[in-house]
């Protein structure tokens, strides 16, 4: 149970990082042409990603007890308040500046995308900041 | 068409179908909230002893969290070997620096990135996702005009 737990965890995984590849969400210039508007395409990543996650969001909890391999569906919840809408805006900021956002970070090491690490060697270390001297109170 | 997609529009579309497909499996079989801010805060726990990276629901997602990051690292190696096309960008370091440490404050700080939010979120119905969804593109798009106004390289 655990193992077919741990590989179903892999396997989804790499269904998303294979899904940033084909749609080269993992090359920043990209990204960056359609935040200045000379390439649509980040728009239809985020439509087909969001209609499949959709329906198994909304369909799984209403024809299933529960998960396959787990016993409860998580929810979730995210709070309209200021610290999410200032975090909101610190992480666009990012996300303008260099083209990049966590999940392509990631998956551009398995491309051999390796200028991703000082993407991901920044992401960890603003993590930290957070966690470390701004937690939630 | 050819305007709004120089590149072409169908990889985009499977790609991203692919990405929904890979958020919709994880949630029917494990039942979980497939983000990926999260483990930038997650796998601080192994080594930190800062208490916010010690809560419950880090030390309890921390193992599935990295797998699943693996899983990300392993989808890229795939296509990286199905199609044989590698890739290094030409973003400056300072950029990609600079970037990342806005990313990872950023994202913890709003609990959630444009997968957290903008996949998981809105697939959830919750409208603070939206709302978060319309800032951080909205400071993303205005930053990228900025610099290329300056002539920033």
């Not at chain 1, 790499?14 to 993992?26: D, E, I, K, Y």
């Not at chain 1, 996300?95 to 993407?119: D, E, Q, R």
């Not at chain 2, 699943?68 to 620096?97: C, D, K, N």
């Not at chain 2, 609990?111 to 978060?132: E, R, V, Y």
């Amino acid at each position: 149970m655990r193992h077919a737990h741990t590989l179903a965890v892999l396997l989804c995984g790499s269904l998303f990082g294979l899904g940033l590849s084909v749609s080269t969400m993992t090359h920043p210039e990209v990204v960056l042409d359609f935040l200045l508007f000379r390439d649509l395409g980040l728009l239809l990543v985020l439509v087909g990603a969001i209609g499949m996650a959709l329906l198994a969001y909304q369909l799984g909890p209403r024809l299933m007890q529960k998960p396959w391999l787990a016993d409860k569906f998580s929810a979730h919840q995210s709070q309209a308040d200021t610290r999410t809408l200032i975090g909101a805006a610190i992480f666009g900021l990012g996300w303008g500046i260099s083209g990049v956002c966590p999940g392509p970070a990631i998956t551009g090491l398995g491309v051999g995308n390796w200028p991703m690490l000082y993407v991901l060697a920044g992401i960890a270390v603003g993590a930290y900041v957070q966690g470390r001297w701004f937690p939630p109170r | 068409m050819s305007e709004l997609f120089p590149q072409g529009y169908a990889h985009y579309l499977a790609g991203g179908l692919m990405i929904g497909a890979g958020v919709g499996l994880l949630f029917l079989l494990t039942g979980l909230i497939g983000g990926m801010s999260s483990v930038f805060s997650s796998t601080w726990s192994y080594v930190s002893k800062v208490p916010y990276f010690q809560a419950p629901r880090y030390l309890r997602s921390r193992r599935w969290r990295l797998v699943y990051a693996a899983g990300l690292i392993l989808g890229g190696l795939l296509y990286l070997g199905l199609s044989g096309e590698t890739f290094q960008t030409h973003v400056s370091a300072w950029r990609l620096m600079v970037g990342g440490l806005l990313i990872g404050f950023g994202a913890r700080l709003g609990k959630g990135c444009t997968a957290g939010h903008g996949i998981c979120g809105l697939a959830s119905l919750q409208w603070p996702s939206l709302l978060a969804v319309m800032v951080f593109l909205s400071t993303a798009i205005g930053i990228a005009h900025l610099m290329r106004w300056l002539g920033v390289a």
